[in-house]
C-alpha cells in the first residue's frame, strides 16, 4: 500500500509539474509574442519619424529656395533701375557735350 501511495504522489506530483511547465511555455510564448510586437510598433514608429523628418526637410528646402528666387527677382530689379538711372545720366552728360536734349542724346 505504501508503495502504491508512493506512486500516486509521484504522479500526481508530475502532472503538477508538466501543467506548471505548460503554463510556463504559454508565458513565455506570450512574452515573445509581445516583445515582437513591441518591437515591431517601436520600428513603425521610428519610420514615421523618419518620413516626418524628411517631410520637414523638404519643406524647408522649398522655403529656402522660393526666398533666394525672391531675392534675386529684387537684385534683378534694383540692378534694372541702377541701369535706367545710369543710362539717363549717360544722356544728360552727352547732351550737354553736344549742346542738344536729353532726348536726342539717347537717340544716339
Known amino acids: ?5 508512493i506512486a500516486a504522489l509521484t504522479a500526481v506530483a508530475a502532472l503538477g509539474l508538466s501543467a ?3 503554463k510556463t511555455q504559454d ?10 510586437d513591441d518591437a515591431q510598433a517601436a520600428g513603425a514608429a521610428a519610420g514615421d519619424a523618419a518620413a516626418d523628418g524628411a517631410n520637414a526637410v523638404g519643406t524647408a528646402a522649398a522655403n529656402g529656395a522660393k526666398a533666394v528666387g525672391n531675392a534675386a527677382d529684387k537684385a534683378a530689379a534694383s540692378t534694372d533701375e541702377m541701369g535706367a538711372k545710369a543710362e ?3 544722356a544728360r ?8 536734349s536729353v532726348a536726342e542724346a539717347k537717340k544716339d
Do not use: I, L, Q, Y
Not at 500500500?1 to 501511495?5: H, I, L, V
Not at 508565458?27 to 515582437?36: F, R, V, Y
Not at 552728360?93 to 542738344?100: I, K, L
Open 1 to 5: 500500500m505504501r508503495k502504491t501511495t
Open 20 to 22: 506548471c511547465s505548460e
Open 27 to 36: 508565458n513565455a510564448a506570450k512574452t515573445a509574442e509581445s516583445a515582437g
Open 88 to 90: 539717363d545720366a549717360r
Open 93 to 100: 552728360v552727352e547732351a550737354d557735350a553736344h549742346n542738344e
